[in-house]
């Protein structure tokens, strides 16, 4: 059985990794959101070509006026978006661990959000591929507009395990309580 003094050593270091990484990885999205937002105002051409890569069209990419190009830009980050803010929430847990523990009600409260940016995340994406995609199909070709959705076993693999990580956080309410009372009673 693990000594107490070995496994919050432990969680301290796991809360101070998630913390750097976190940080890590919410700067290259920064820098992945500023370029492409960057390219649309100022190459709406090669904003083109990157979304239509991006969204795995085949025919060659449309035209694209500098608003159009920034509207499309904007509407595929949208997912984007939700996972800067589930990484903020993220980092905000693993700083929270470090300074308080890991039986507070902001903990809880922290994993049920995340939980369901994680659940989210997979049918935003979705949805926001499709209007994409047909957007810049239809910028291509006005008379014509068609779309698809698509969805891998990793979307709903990541549905699902936001809706544990939503239950975890359920879970966490009453350990807090329980913790709490056994601190009381000790």
Partial sequence: MPSLPKTADRLQTTATLGVWLTTAVLIL???VIAFFLWTALT???EAARLLADQLGMNDPAPFLSIPQALLLTLL???SDVVAFIMLLQIR????GIRARGIFTTQTAERLRRIGWLVFIIAPVGVLVNMCASMLLHHWRDPTGL???ISMSDGDFYAMVIGLVIVAVGHIMVDATRLDAENRAFV
């Fill in 76 to 78: 595929w980050l949208i």
């Fill in 43 to 45: 190459d709406s051409g």
């Fill in 29 to 31: 999205l920064s820098g």
């Fill in 146 to 148: 068609h779309g698809s």
């Fill in 92 to 95: 905000a847990l693993f700083v």
